[in-house]
């Protein structure tokens, strides 16, 4: 008998997961990813590029639909890709980080969507997030795609798919041509984060999740999938990740001796690229021994590591950001930004902001270099060490490797809670806040999907 294809085998998962078979760890922390995604949903509907796709998605209408976060519908793919727009856009959600970095979370748009097609409740939503978590960071642990420059979203078309066809109840053979249809069109270039970045960096896992969902509902209705869609002469092993990788148990698998990946992965403290977070806490707590005067500054060196170097520390555009995409995934100026004004936050990537002459000049005295006894302590920890001289010739040194928010030193649910009403509160008031909080944190016990999408209009 020919061994079990890994398409077979997330299908077989899949489909057997059940709420029963969650700890409550992970039920606790997909509330927690909720109201962290509402958070940096919220702060991204002033953007361009957020109108941009709301007006793309009206001209588009269907039977079923799923609505828009701030209002409006459009079809069940469309509104995935809104609201995975909305979600990412700030680069202020949540984050796992392995042989390939990635934004789990992403896949909550997704759910969403789908779940509200189907008439879920919020169990089925629980259900969902957990197994997309699952597949995508297990894939995370398994291949890194970066080297070979395939984009990371390339395993979220898999893992949003699998999490729709959960949601749509699909059949073990159906599920399996999920994965096929889903795995076989949507690898993405890693082109979207490098040099000066554009609009599509916040959209890259959004489009992914959008074309997951219609892999599932394409093989709701019977259409088949290529397979097989990783093991085959030409498949996703081969051409993609090439190399061929066996991903550990699953939550609730047999061997599985290490929980749920949801319980894994990071929230995010500041709204920057993950890498740049402990040289931010790193500046932030320099800055304080400095007492805010840091007009004596006369060079900033960073140590960091390879991931880190590479996606945010090595592009000559990261020192003079013309774009917000490029700012928050600049090593350089985020670090700049936090010893210069003493907090990262919205309006630290706001155009007249990071193009400020005179923050401009100061990120000019960022040195960066590739610390290779960093190395080995990433992906457990992300240690930049900030090297601050000053004009009398004093040094201040400060290394980070846990900044608040990563697992090995997470943020408390009330943190959680005051980053949500940080954006929600000034544009919905305290009481629709407080009416929010309460539908995520009994997120159990939703009836409604649209119930709780509308609340944001």
């Not at 701030?70 to 909305?86: H, I």
């Not at 949003?160 to 949507?186: E, I, P």
């Not at 805010?292 to 880190?308: C, L, M, N, Y």
């Amino acid at each position: 008998m020919p061994p079990q294809t890994l398409a077979a085998r997330l299908a077989g998962y899949a489909h057997d997961l059940t709420f029963d078979k969650l700890t409550k760890e992970a039920v606790h922390e997909v509330k927690r990813r909720f109201i962290d995604s509402f958070a940096t949903a919220i702060g991204a509907m002033p953007s361009d590029a957020y109108a941009i796709a709301k007006k793309c998605a009206s001209r588009v209408s269907s039977n079923p639909g799923a609505s828009i976060l701030a209002g409006g519908k459009s079809s069940v793919e469309w509104a995935t890709f809104v609201n995975g727009l909305l979600i990412r856009y700030l680069d202020f959600n949540d984050t796992y980080l392995s042989k390939e970095p990635a934004h789990p979370s992403d896949n909550l748009a997704a759910v969403l969507a789908v779940g509200e097609s189907v008439g879920a409740g919020g169990k089925d939503l629980i259900t969902a997030a957990v197994l997309a978590y699952e597949i995508q960071c297990r894939f995370c642990d398994a291949a890194s795609l970066r080297k070979h420059g395939v984009d990371h979203v390339t395993y979220g078309a898999i893992s949003s798919a699998t999490a729709a066809a959960k949601l749509m109840k699909l059949d073990v053979t159906k599920l399996t041509h999920t994965v096929g249809l889903a795995g076989v069109c949507n690898v993405a270039l890693r082109q979207t984060r490098s040099g000066e970045l554009s609009m599509w960096k916040g959209c890259a896992f959004a489009n992914a999740a959008r074309n997951g969902v219609f892999a599932a509902t394409l093989a709701a209705d019977g259409m088949t999938g290529p397979a097989p869609i990783f093991e085959g002469d030409l498949g996703f092993f081969k051409l993609v990740a090439r190399e061929a990788f066996t991903p550990a148990p699953f939550g609730s698998e047999p061997g599985n001796a290490d929980g749920f990946m949801i319980n894994k992965t990071y929230i995010k403290f500041w709204p920057a690229e993950y890498h740049s977070q402990s040289a931010i806490d790193a500046a932030l707590q320099i800055r304080a021994e400095l007492k805010g005067d840091v007009s004596q500054v006369a060079s900033i060196d960073i140590a960091t590591f390879e991931a880190s170097y590479n996606i945010i520390g090595k592009y000559p555009e990261a020192w003079a950001p013309k774009t917000r995409e490029t700012a928050d995934h600049s090593l350089p100026y985020c670090t700049a930004a936090a010893l210069h004004d003493g907090d990262v936050y919205l309006e630290t990537f706001d155009d007249d902001h990071f193009t400020n002459p005179k923050l401009v000049a100061f990120t000019g005295k960022v040195k960066i270099r590739h610390d290779g006894t960093l190395d080995p302590r990433y992906p457990t920890g992300i240690p930049n060490r900030i090297t601050v001289t000053l004009t009398d010739g004093r040094t201040l040194v400060k290394e980070v490797e846990f900044p608040r928010g990563h697992a090995g030193n997470p943020m408390t649910d009330a943190e959680v809670e005051t980053k949500f009403r940080r954006v929600a509160e000034p544009k919905y008031g305290k009481a629709k806040a407080d009416e929010i909080l309460a539908r995520c944190w009994d997120l159990e016990k939703l009836t409604s999907v649209t119930d709780l999408i509308a609340l944001f209009a």
